[in-house]
């Protein structure tokens, strides 16, 4: 039995998220019924993190166990044969020690979340990014954005669905920047809540429109309540962009 790491990229727009569900296709189905056809066997995709409906992955990390005896790079190209034409493809394959874990041994998890600033519609980024027509102000987008740096209390930016244990986060990185008309925002910490970069983009997005000042943000923040939340962004604009793990 070999375990291989597996680094993939993914559009979400097809899918109910990440992880397997009972009611819609998911990129983990997608992938384990590709790995089921190239080695006969029915093998358990585990994941850095999951995504929710309509989320993309620029390098997920996930780790499955298969017997077959096969070469990482002959894996690798057999899945993405299988897995045409879905908009799935498996940029890395290698093989890893048996107590490696895609989700348990990873120490840092990186989004950015992508926002077009323009009135016109979007063309060729219809579902891959948010777009706001009013305009927005990304420096005072990021220097709110600091006030959500570090360890808090992310509650009110976290999705009443969410099943973590506790609403305590440390938020490494919350960055904002512009070029052009494009505001991307990145996020970076060991884990994150349901919908936290989400709701944390959307309050981010009033405070560039000007509905909201910094301290508006950090009064929600404080507040520790759901429905302190001032908007929660589509999951259109929000990339899985890196797992981080241990050297």
Not at 23 to 45: C, K, N
Not at 178 to 193: P, Q, T
Not at 207 to 213: A, D, E, H, M
Request: aromatic fraction near 8%.
């Amino acid at each position: 039995m070999t375990r291989f790491r597996l680094t993939i990229e993914f559009d979400g727009r097809p899918y109910m998220g990440w992880q397997r569900q009972a009611h819609g296709p998911s990129v983990q189905q997608a992938i384990e019924e590709a790995i089921a056809i190239v080695t006969g066997e029915e093998a358990t995709l585990h994941a850095a993190g999951r995504t929710d409906a309509g989320v993309h992955g620029k390098a997920m990390a996930a780790h499955a166990e298969i017997a077959k005896p096969i070469m990482p790079f002959r894996l690798m190209e057999a899945l993405n044969a299988r897995l045409r034409p879905n908009p799935i493809a498996v940029l890395a394959c290698e093989a890893v020690p048996d107590d490696w874990h895609a989700r348990f041994s990873c120490i840092g998890r990186r989004y950015i979340y992508r926002i077009v600033n323009r009135r016109a519609p979007l063309t060729f980024e219809a579902g891959l990014a948010w777009q706001v027509a009013a305009p927005l102000d990304a420096a005072a987008m990021h220097e709110a954005a600091q006030r959500l740096v570090g360890a808090h209390d992310f509650t009110t930016f976290r999705s009443a669905h969410c099943q973590a244990q506790s609403p305590l986060k440390s938020l490494d990185r919350l960055d904002v920047r512009r070029d052009g008309e494009v505001i991307e925002v990145e996020a970076a910490a060991r884990s994150f809540l349901h919908h936290q970069v989400r709701s944390m983009v959307g309050c981010l997005a009033l405070v560039g429109r000007g509905k909201w000042t910094a301290d508006d943000l950090s009064d929600a923040l404080e507040a520790a309540d759901r429905s302190r939340l001032g908007l929660n962004a589509p999951p259109d604009g929000l990339y899985f962009m890196e797992a981080v793990y241990p050297l």
